[in-house]
């Protein structure tokens, strides 16, 4: 009775509380779940330190390093873990991982009681994730540098970075996280059929970025009004060459029937995507099969078609030039080689979709030295029906 005592302080921010609200209401509760202390972290944009979300009581919880930490493999695994007293509970909104509610104790709770706790912190992630854009405490906590305008105008575009729909699953990762301006990426699930759409826009800055804008806002245009994967590509081309002549985006656009899993998909200019299957690497699909969106024009044939029946289990990761043509200091591109040795090792290793992501995108900026030379965008999906 307790708990649901809880759920109710914590249901009354539905139409009247902000983000920043949670951490004052979090403390409140906590005596009610038998609990010393509570904590709301979120993850930050680089995805490497769980931070006190902006508001919180001064000294309730400290932040947290992704790497080495209780708190940090509760985030990096989405499951309860504990360590000196305190319980770490992921805060998940659908798929997505928002950050871990930390819970301090004399005595760590029943499994009976973590059930209810766990009940807790999933309408914690969902008030997170519906307050979040009344102000602007969650972008504080998670924002370690200032943003660049261009960074700002993507990531406000852009869907959650994951998403799981019956056994099918999609993550995508953005990297440098304070200054792109060209990359980005889209997805919807309709019925049962999933569409993707990663990009790559030339050039960079605040003109990528409004390149960028145009080409995501056609791309949902056209898959809303229901037109088919060519002449939603045939769309993207026609708005991109009227706006913004002479300037091009690579893409890959993609449908796959997650009943079936008959997987289709347009390359405009963009290398291959990457496919796994049973711990080997696939033959890369054909590519191009398109110009560049912007470009279609210049040739008088539609976009070609690539199809591939999927099995269950299968990986496919899509990526923009920035992964596998990122440079060591002795100029060695990391390379599509690298690139499967990679996902095939961490799938292996039993990693989720979105810790392997998070993992790849750290694994490239350490192979340029912290100092990216281009944007490096990834979407990985995973078909198990």
């Known amino acids: ?6 759920i109710r302080r914590l249901l009354a921010l539905r139409h ?8 004052a209401v979090m ?6 779940l038998d609990a010393e202390s509570a904590g709301v972290l979120l993850i930050d944009y680089g995805q490497l330190t769980l931070c006190p979300l902006f508001g919180g009581a001064d000294g309730e919880v400290e932040p947290q390093q992704v790497e080495g930490t209780a708190a940090g493999r509760c985030f990096t695994t989405a499951a309860d873990t504990h360590e000196d007293g305190r319980l770490w509970l992921p805060l998940l909104h659908g798929a997505e991982r928002l950050g871990v509610l930390g819970l301090g104790f004399k005595e760590l709770p029943s499994p009976a009681a973590r059930r209810d706790l766990e009940v807790i912190a999933a309408l914690v992630a969902e008030l997170i994730a519906s307050r979040r854009f009344y102000g602007d405490a969650v972008e504080h906590t998670r924002r370690r540098l200032p943003m660049q305008l261009a960074a700002e105008i993507i990531w406000n575009q852009l869907p959650p970075l994951t998403c799981a729909v019956d056994g099918t699953v999609v993550t995508a990762v953005l990297e440098p996280c304070y200054d792109v301006g060209g990359d980005s990426f889209d ?43 060519i002449d939603t590509c045939r769309s993207i081309d026609k708005w991109i060459h009227a706006q913004y002549p002479g300037s091009f985006v690579t893409a890959l656009l993609v449908e796959l029937d997650t009943t079936t899993g008959r997987y289709r998909r347009i390359s405009a200019g963009h290398p291959a995507e990457l496919m796994l299957r049973g711990g080997r690497h696939l033959p890369q699909l054909r590519t191009p099969t398109a110009l560049p969106l912007g470009l279609g024009h210049m040739i008088d044939r539609p976009p070609g078609v690539t199809e591939q029946q999927l099995e269950p289990g299968d990986t496919i990761v899509l990526y923009t030039d920035g992964i596998t043509e990122a440079r060591d200091a002795t100029g060695t591109q990391f390379g ?14 039993g990693l989720t979709a979105p810790e392997i992501m998070r993992r790849l995108v750290l694994s490239i900026v350490d192979y340029e030295e912290g100092e990216l030379r281009d944007d490096a965008t990834a979407a990985m999906l995973q078909w198990r029906h």
């Open 16 to 23: 009247r509380g902000r983000a920043e609200d949670l951490p």
């Open 336 to 349: 599509p080689e690298r690139l499967a040795d990679f996902m095939l090792t961490a799938l292996r290793a």
């Open 187 to 229: 997805y919807a699930v309709n019925g049962d059929l999933l569409h993707v759409g990663l990009f790559d826009t030339v050039g960079h800055g605040i003109s990528a970025s409004a390149l960028t804008t145009l080409t995501l806002n056609t791309y949902r245009n056209a898959r809303r009004s229901g037109l088919s994967l």
């Open 27 to 32: 403390a409140h509760v906590a005596p009610l």
């Open 1 to 6: 009775m307790l708990a649901m005592e809880a």
